[in-house]
């Protein structure tokens, strides 16, 4: 079974800086693009930045220069800085990994998955 297990989370004051990491486990062959969303309270998920095992990386508008994304590709691993954080960045942030895994009889299956989500509070 593919797992991508979120860790990081928590409550800050506005101007803060916090550390999100998605760590992949199971039997995989190879992790395309990494990335994290969020989805605000009563708001729809939506992406705040994407990175492919190359290292291309992708913003949203609202957290360029503010937000960076990085991957331990040797420890399956994505990591979500961030940095002067405002009230506005306060969702649940979940990861995301586009990847193919080993199936039966080591069939290469591809796949989208999704980490459990983890509460980032920024207070004001």
């Known amino acids: 079974q593919v797992q991508l297990v979120e860790s990081g989370g928590g409550l800050v004051q506005a101007g803060g800086s916090l550390r999100l990491s998605c760590a992949v486990s199971?039997?995989?062959?190879?992790?395309?693009?990494m990335g994290w969303y969020r989805q605000p309270p009563g708001k729809q998920r939506e992406l705040v930045a994407t990175i492919t095992s190359g290292g291309s990386t992708n913003y949203a508008d609202s957290v360029k220069g503010r937000f960076t994304i990085s991957r331990d590709n040797a420890k399956n691993t994505v990591y979500l800085e961030m940095n002067s954080l405002k009230f506005e960045d306060t969702a649940v942030y979940y990861c995301?990994?586009?990847?193919?895994?080993?199936?039966?009889?080591?069939?290469?299956?591809?796949?989208?998955?999704w980490g459990q989500g983890t509460q980032v509070t920024v207070s004001s």
């Open positions: 995301n990994a586009d990847l193919v895994r080993v199936g039966t009889w080591s069939r290469p299956i591809p796949g989208n998955y």
């Open positions: 199971g039997s995989i062959f190879s992790i395309n693009s």
